[in-house]
């Protein structure tokens, strides 16, 4: 969930109102959103507030600002309104493989002060986190226009000739000298972004001045001061529609500073598949019949005038006419795809809390899964028998189920992790061992004997399932103490046989290394081995610092389902 | 017994060694009730020999020690957390809900984010949020119901069902890969489509208690794998209020009366909400859950009836446990390094007891 950092003065100067820290909690509480922390820098008290994944018009103090005043009645939802510009933008075919898309707008006689150059700038940052998906999808740059002059080309050329003075560097560079200098920066983690590729993508106005390098770095030349007034907006992506909405979103946020508020001019962006006037900033309706938009939220008692109300307040402007609502969906709500969006929003406005509860009317007979309805009897058996049940990953290391229990074969069967953040989530358990194993050695201070087990799942590959791999229920458990008790966990093996009712088992002497020469077994059920038994090996017992003798039991419980 | 008049001429010619005190020490004996003329030990306990030879009405015993502790059971233990779990099950079986076939911990994309709604590029399928698996990487694209996928495809891509999509470009690949799953709801998609495909559609309440895994940075509270509580009701015509009131039969069984709904966002749900309580020893709202209300682009392409509505719920294993046990730390609950004397004091779980 993305937060965003607001200065508490500025948003309750917008709202109109200085609230206490509970009361604006409750207010964010109602709206969906939630204030996550207040903290102070620089003297200056900042909310940190969590902001739905999904909204972007409220991810800058103009935003939600903006959506808290229509949510209160103390605004009018404004019209955005797209005026015809002169500016136009080439879209060269040489970007298809590397960044394809690119859409531009100009705002118009804008007015900065610090506090919304921030602003402007934060916001920027944000999408670029976000929906840019670290800038890999969507990136952003804002020029200062007067500085420029179209008409603007986006291209992909290849590094070395791409030469200007990047943004607070004193030099021109090529664009490899640039990257080996913005390695030791905050952008280095953008660089992979396109190098290696054979074309960088670059934009250029009609005097061949660089903009930007996008996604890395916008150009000295064009950068914007407090005293800027017309600012040029280009957005270049791999997602088309994360592009618009990015635009849309940078638009209708700051498009409240310009001389005429909420206008944006266009721009003519042409291309091979033709020419189009950004940014989109488009309004779509949606018919609806009023009672219908009631049914989802469980919503009673609402005249079509007031639902159209209640839409209005969370910033889709509607209308009643009879039964039906014309609702207004404007640039600011790209997160409205179908019409179940409007019913959340229609019930957000009237209340959660103020729904009538009503319980479904649904006779039902409750059912357990026959496998665990089994392990919980087979925990129960275990548990009288004296064994102290435990509760362990099943992620580990590829050591820890093969050289660790002197078992090289395990990996190949084995479910292999692609991207583990330690060696600890390397594969998926083939064994319980390893868990009871670490246990006994975290816990070498508990009374002996030490009886422990586990009835757990394991992970196999397996070549007849729709993924590839299998999940099996397993027993485990292990006597650790003075002795090893062997005799012990083949009486535990017994008293498993018989709460099972199963007499068609028997066990007969392993090889597996595993276990102490002539200490281990298999367990038969019929022909078919179903696990094993025995005294672990002393390089196990090494292996997890484990200085006692230890006998442990392993089987399958899945024939028994 | 000197009197005060001769006691500094007493010190003086202690003083010059002419004399030294000789102590006397005399008892007076008189029989105490319990004399007896021969010499006998007190017993500590009655034994089978004493009761045999009747011998135990002559002896005297001990007094017992009633402020020492009794002897320690010697006894098998099951894991706190499984306790809970149990409580949990008995609430849902009580309810009449069904349990999942959950055991299937590798999951592909296409259950468990495509099936869902969820989109391609969404930050929840990247890698430092999703365990992505090496071997085996793909599910065999044979192995999804064709014309299912087709419809999924083109609701991502194009919208349809009343919606507008996503408007991208849908890969096979990305279904494909296999992953650990991030939620039941992987398993709860499948459970719904199998409805969907039967000729005439019955109305289902389920659950699943099980594992899930996530990629994230860990911490105090957050561990790669946890269990995650799932309930799921599908039938025609319900709403949020169906959802609140479900909500509330199913806390009030945890001794959880008062709660407070706030508006959220999952992508795979709309409306949704988060499920807040009111906790009296911390005295604030403390959150407890997730819901919602399916999205009609997750239901529809499955082929379920237009008008039923699948309303959902989800809460963690571990946190409830970790508040109500006043633990902190998430690997005093559950791993290698639990205490087992914990688990061994742990009491009877009694989850509507606060």
């Known amino acids: 969930m993305p937060t965003i950092s607001v200065t508490r003065d500025v948003l309750y100067e917008r709202l109109g109102k200085t609230f ?542 | 017994v000197l009197s005060s008049g001769i006691n500094a001429e007493y010190g003086d010619v202690k003083k010059r060694k002419l004399i030294s005190p000789v102590v006397t020490k005399f008892y007076k004996v008189t029989k105490g009730p319990g004399f007896s003329t021969t010499i006998q030990r007190p017993e500590a306990d009655l034994t089978a020999e004493m009761l045999q030879d009747g011998s135990w009405k002559s002896k005297t015993f001990k007094d017992y020690n009633f402020a020492a502790r009794g002897a320690p059971m010697t006894s098998g233990y099951l894991h706190p957390l499984l306790k809970v779990r149990a409580e949990y099950r008995r609430i849902f079986l009580d309810m009449g809900f069904s349990e999942m076939p959950t055991a299937q911990f590798v999951e592909n994309g296409f259950w468990n984010f495509d099936a869902l709604f969820q989109p391609q590029q969404h930050p929840a399928r990247d890698a430092h949020d999703t365990f992505f698996i090496s071997d085996p990487a793909l599910t065999k694209e044979a192995k999804f119901p064709s014309d299912y996928l087709e419809r999924v495809k083109t609701t991502h891509e194009k919208g349809g069902y009343g919606s507008t999509g996503y408007d991208y470009d849908w890969k096979v690949v990305e279904a494909q890969k296999n992953i650990l799953r991030t939620h039941t709801t992987a398993v709860s998609a499948r459970m719904l489509y199998k409805i969907a495909q039967q000729p005439e559609f019955k109305p289902v309440k389920m659950f699943s208690i099980d594992r899930v895994f996530r990629n994230e940075t860990l911490d105090a509270t957050h561990l790669a794998e946890f269990h995650q509580i799932e309930g799921v009701v599908a039938d025609r015509n319900l709403n949020l209020g169906h959802l609140i009131g479900i909500l509330h039969t199913f806390f009030k069984k945890l001794g959880i009366e008062k709660l407070k709904f706030k508006p959220a966002y999952n992508p795979y749900t709309e409306p949704s909400m988060e499920i807040f309580s009111y906790h009296e020893g911390l005295k604030k709202w403390v959150e407890i859950g997730n819901s919602g209300i399916f999205r009609p682009e997750m239901l529809l392409p499955m082929g379920l009836p237009a008008d039923v509505n699948v309303i959902a719920w989800g809460l963690s294993l571990e946190r409830p446990t970790m508040i109500k046990c006043g633990i902190n730390n998430i690997r005093e609950l559950i791993g290698p390094k639990v205490n087992l004397n914990m688990v061994q004091d742990f009491p009877i779980c009694r989850v509507n007891k606060a």
């Open chain 1, 20 to 561: 206490t820290d509970e009361d604006f909690e409750d207010e964010c509480f109602d709206f969906g959103i939630e204030l996550d922390d207040i903290v102070e820098e620089n003297n200056v008290v900042k909310f940190k507030i969590d902001i739905p994944a999904n909204r972007y018009d409220l991810l800058c103090v103009e935003g939600l600002s903006r959506a808290m005043n229509v949510f209160r009645d103390r605004m009018i939802v404004p019209k955005f309104t797209v005026v015809p510009g002169k500016e136009k933008l080439i879209v060269d075919d040489s970007v298809s493989g590397v960044r394809p898309y690119c859409v531009a707008a100009v705002l118009r006689d804008m007015k900065f002060t610090e506090e919304s150059y921030n602003s402007f700038i934060l916001l920027q940052d944000k999408l670029h986190q976000n929906i840019g998906r670290e800038r890999s999808l969507v990136s952003i740059g804002t020029h200062d226009l007067d500085t420029i002059q179209g008409p603007f080309t986006y291209q992909a050329l290849a590094p070395e000739q791409i030469k200007f003075q990047p943004l607070n560097q004193d030099s021109v560079m090529t664009a490899p000298e640039m990257f080996e200098k913005f390695r030791q920066t905050y952008l280095k983690p953008y660089l992979q972004i396109i190098e290696g590729k054979p074309l960088y993508p670059l934009i250029t106005d009609a005097n061949g001045v660089v903009l930007s390098l996008p996604p890395i770095i916008n150009g000295e030349h064009s950068k914007i001061t407090l005293d800027t007034k017309n600012v040029f907006i280009e957005v270049t992506a791999c997602d088309r529609a994360k592009c618009r909405i990015v635009i849309d979103t940078i638009c209708s946020m700051f498009s409240e500073y310009c001389s005429t508020p909420f206008t944006c001019e266009s721009v003519t962006v042409e291309s091979s598949s033709g020419s189009v006037q950004t940014p989109p900033m488009k309004y779509q309706t949606m018919e609806c019949n009023a009672a219908q938009l009631c049914t989802k939220g469980g919503i009673t008692g609402l005249t079509p005038d007031s639902v159209a109300d209640h839409l209005t307040k969370m910033f889709l402007p509607s209308k009643a006419v009879g039964e039906q609502v014309t609702v207004e969906i404007g640039p600011t709500r790209h997160d409205v795809l179908h019409q179940c969006d409007v019913e959340e929003d229609l019930a957000i406005a009237y209340g959660y809390n103020n729904i009538t509860e009503q319980v479904p009317n649904l006779n039902t007979i409750g059912a357990e899964q026959e496998c665990n309805k089994l392990s919980d009897a087979i925990r129960e058996e275990l548990a009288r028998a004296g064994f102290t049940e435990v509760l362990t990953f099943s992620l580990c290391s590829r050591d820890d189920i093969s050289t660790s229990l002197r078992n090289g074969k395990a990996l190949e069967e084995a479910v292999q992790i692609a991207n583990p953040k330690s060696n600890e989530f390397q594969v998926v358990r083939t064994s319980l061992l390893p868990g009871i194993l670490k246990t006994a050695s975290c816990n070498r201070k508990m009374p002996l004997p030490l009886k422990l087990f586990e009835v757990s799942d394991v992970v196999f590959k397996s070549e007849d399932t729709e993924t590839g791999s299998k999940n099996q229920r397993k027993i485990c458990a292990l006597f650790s103490g003075k002795t090893s008790g062997f005799e012990v966990v083949h009486g535990l093996l017994d008293r498993i046989m018989l709460s099972l009712s199963e007499t068609n088992y028997s066990i007969r002497a392993s090889e597996e290394s595993m276990f102490f020469t002539g200490r281990g077994a298999d367990i038969l059920l019929g022909t078919e081995k179903i696990g094993h038994l025995g005294i672990l090996h002393p390089e196990v017992l090494e292996n997890f610092e484990i200085s006692l003798p230890c006998s442990v039991l392993e089987m399958s419980l899945e024939p028994f389902v």
